[in-house]
């Protein structure tokens, strides 16, 4: 049988299963996506909204992710830096600190007393350094732990805590109490101390649009929700078949496979509600943080500071949650408004739309960096991939579509 002829087929055309198509083809081989939703991107999607480009929740890419140097041309992308470090904003006074993850000197001793001591000042560099001479698996070699009890044994003090690790690393793995393991907090905090924190200039899907645009002999099916999937037959929810050979599940596949029920993922939710505001409090293009945890803000980002605005009205502003809330929308926007002007000192213009993300990142543990493609295989024809199964961030997602069709490849060709 040649190449073409083998009915490869991939569910889902977010970053993973597009990064597997791409693998494909590389390989000489010409898959066949199936994807619900009528876009490819998954949870990167940017919508317009009056002329204001708003990404479905706040996300950015961490230019320093060994998959995204690997797969994506990142000068197309027209990358907009953010700025290291952060503005802390508590009781309604702020303080704008540099990164400590890159440039301990950017945090002037006057500035950090008020955020940490100058003890946390010597376990900071202490961390950069370690971190700085750890191999990415190195890292995710070592005994895991939650974040919190991690920074509570390495010594820094809970007003360091509270003030800057709570608040940063609470909006990145999208919860409050920073449950989620030390390794991921090492990986992203070494991340983000080698590279910059960057989103393209047409908002986060002009990511995945790239690696779809580059494909050439990958079809893809939108609107095209699979329904059930054995070793060699898949069926779309509108009882449409499919002859597969092999098939690459670049989702959860719980729902899909008959052994995999009852194996439900568990997910960390988000909310992110965008506003048109007067003005630029922050000046700049760098994340606002609030550290009370009984706010309901946990981060603010100007967005008019670095994407494509179309619309002229007001500077557009994103608001991220990411504790549970009970509120209706309207009693939502009335409190995030409330919170955007009496703790920021931010008047809302107005209100364009709300973005709840039940299934932002998957809430893991013993969580991995790497993934053997024999472990992506689910039986002899099926293979698995997506970020749930090592860790919530965009490059386990590419990483592991990588390795499914690689999977594939490796049987097909030994
Ligand atoms: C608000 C938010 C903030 C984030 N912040 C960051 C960040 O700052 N940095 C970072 O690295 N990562 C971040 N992430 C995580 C990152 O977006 C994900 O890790 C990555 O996009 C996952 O890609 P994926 O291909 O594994 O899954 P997905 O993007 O979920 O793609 C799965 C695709 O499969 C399709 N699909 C599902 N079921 C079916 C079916 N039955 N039939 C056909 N198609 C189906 C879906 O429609 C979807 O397109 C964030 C995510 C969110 C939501």
Known sequence: MEKEDYSINII??????????RVLEDY?????IYEA????????RTFEVDGYQLDRGFQVMLSQY???QQYLDLEALKLQKLKPGAVIYNKRE?????DPTRDISALLPTIFSSIGSISDKFKVLKLNLELKKLSIQEIFNKEENTTLQYLQNKGF???MISNFFRPFFSGIFLEPDLKTSSRMFEFVYKMFGEGDAVIPKGGINAIPMQLYKRLKT?????????KQVTDDLLTLENGEQVKSHFTIIATEASSMVANLRGQKQQWKSCRCLYFTVEEDVIGDAIIGLQSDKEKLVNNIFYHSSILNNNATEGKLLSATIVRDVEYCEEELVEKVSEELKFEFGIKTIKFLKQFYIPKALPDLQDIQYELQSTEARL???????????LNGSQNAAMLSGERAALGVIEVLEG
């Not at 000489?28 to 066949?32: D, L, S």
């Not at 990958?218 to 699979?226: H, L, M």
């Open 12 to 21: 889902g055309a977010g970053l993973s299963g597009l990064v597997a198509a």
């Open 28 to 32: 000489g081989y010409q898959p066949t």
């Open 37 to 44: 939703e009528s876009h490819v991107g998954g949870r990167l």
């Open 66 to 68: 060994p998959k995204v």
């Open 94 to 98: 702020s303080t704008r600190i540099g």
């Open 157 to 159: 003090s809970e007003k």
């Open 218 to 226: 990958t079809k893809v099916n939108f609107n095209s929700r699979i």
């Open 379 to 389: 039986s002899t024809q099926v293979f698995l991939a997506g970020d749930q199964l």
